[in-house]
C-alpha cells in the first residue's frame, strides 16, 4: 500500500458545487483506508492502486470539465514533511508514517 497526495482545482461554473461534492466523494471512496483533508482541495490517503490506476478510478465517478485539474503524487518515496496549524495532527502523522 501507498500513501497519495490528491489535490485539484475545478473552474468555475453552474455546476461548480456538485463537481466538487462528486470529487470529494469519489476520492474519499478511491481510498483504502482514512482520508485526511483539512486544506481546501488535498487529500492525504492510501491506496493499493498505482497513481494512474488511483486517477483513473477517481476520474471515472466525476463529470470533469476541461480545465479542471486533478493531481495525484505517490508519497511513499519520500520522506521530508511538515506541519502547521493542522486540527487532526494524529490522522495526518498516523497517514504520513505509511511512507
Known amino acids: 500500500m501507498a500513501l497519495f497526495a490528491v489535490s485539484f482545482m475545478l473552474e468555475d461554473g453552474s455546476d461548480y458545487?456538485?463537481?466538487?461534492?462528486a470529487l470529494a466523494k469519489a476520492?474519499?471512496?478511491a481510498?483504502?483506508?482514512?482520508v485526511w483533508s483539512e486544506t481546501a482541495s488535498f487529500y492525504?490517503?492510501?491506496?493499493?492502486?498505482n497513481s494512474v490506476g488511483l486517477k483513473d478510478e477517481i476520474t471515472?465517478?466525476?463529470?470533469?470539465?476541461?480545465?479542471d485539474v486533478l493531481?495525484?503524487?505517490?508519497?511513499?518515496?519520500?520522506?521530508g514533511h511538515a506541519t502547521s496549524g493542522i486540527a487532526k495532527k494524529a490522522l495526518f502523522k498516523k497517514l504520513i508514517d505509511h511512507r
Do not use: F, M, P, Y
Open 44 to 49: 492525504l490517503l492510501n491506496s493499493t492502486r
Open 31 to 34: 481510498a483504502d483506508g482514512e
Open 17 to 21: 458545487d456538485d463537481r466538487h461534492a
Open 60 to 67: 471515472s465517478a466525476v463529470a470533469l470539465q476541461d480545465g
Open 27 to 29: 476520492i474519499e471512496q
Open 71 to 79: 493531481l495525484v503524487i505517490n508519497l511513499s518515496k519520500t520522506k
